[in-house]
């Protein structure tokens, strides 16, 4: 089992849709997590920290349940520039960080 | 914010020769900088972990050799990938803490190497 693991759809959805991405990691330990963005042939981007209780930004929201070691993020009003690849990042003590392999958004007018 | 500024942006060598790759924090200490590998469609995986002042901590399956770092200052970093195959090429990336890993990651711009 991956430490860290997403669907890495890719999932195509209209402009003003709402889409939901899932995150689960397995070490129970862990201690930050954090959604990244990452643009074709680009570095990755912070998106958003994630927090217990929960944060919004915008037209995003990040949900951690830790019981079920699993992070989301759901993204509302889909925008064409939303389009990139949805990176789950699971700090698991120190600086030991995994990534997930991404899932992939395509936003179509 | 902080920057890490990452160089060059994209490289293309021969089989067999060595490239530099620098990572610089612009406006804040690294002490600590990350080199992560990428090849396509798949995710970051984290190659080594550069200390200043001290040697590098590789993961399991880093060649050390092959893959010299140096992080000789606080706000530089060094991967060296010497003796170059075509199977090296790939998107190389760093990264550097911005604090107490809270706050997350502040990655360079990533160098795209192509062994030919």
């Known amino acids: 089992r991956k430490e860290v693991e997403q669907d890495p759809g890719p999932f195509n959805v209209p402009e003003g849709a709402t889409v939901a991405f899932n995150c689960t990691y397995s070490n129970s330990a862990s201690q930050s997590f954090f959604w990244y963005r990452q643009d074709c042939r680009k570095e990755p981007k912070l998106l958003m920290s994630?927090?217990?209780s929960g944060n919004e930004d915008g037209r995003f929201t990040a949900q951690l349940n830790r019981a079920s070691q699993y992070i989301s993020l759901l993204i509302r009003d889909s925008k064409l520039s939303d389009s990139a690849t949805y990176l789950c990042v699971v700090n698991t003590g120190g600086f030991k960080t995994i990534f997930g392999a991404g899932t992939r958004l395509f936003v179509k007018a | 914010g902080a920057v890490v500024s990452q160089h060059p942006s994209r490289v293309i060598c021969k089989s067999g020769t060595s490239v530099k790759i620098e990572c610089r924090s612009l406006d804040f200490q690294a002490t600590t900088m990350f080199w992560y590998r990428q090849f396509p469609k798949q995710s970051l995986m984290l190659m080594a972990t550069s200390n200043e002042g001290s040697k590098a901590t590789y993961e399991q399956g880093v060649e050390k050799d092959k893959f010299l770092i140096n992080h000789a200052s606080l706000t530089l970093s060094t991967l060296t990938v010497t003796s170059a195959h075509p199977e090296d090429s790939s998107f190389y990336i760093c990264s550097a803490p911005l604090e107490q890993n809270n706050y997350g990651y502040t990655f360079g711009s990533g160098t795209r190497l192509t062994v030919v």
């Open positions: 994630v927090y217990s």
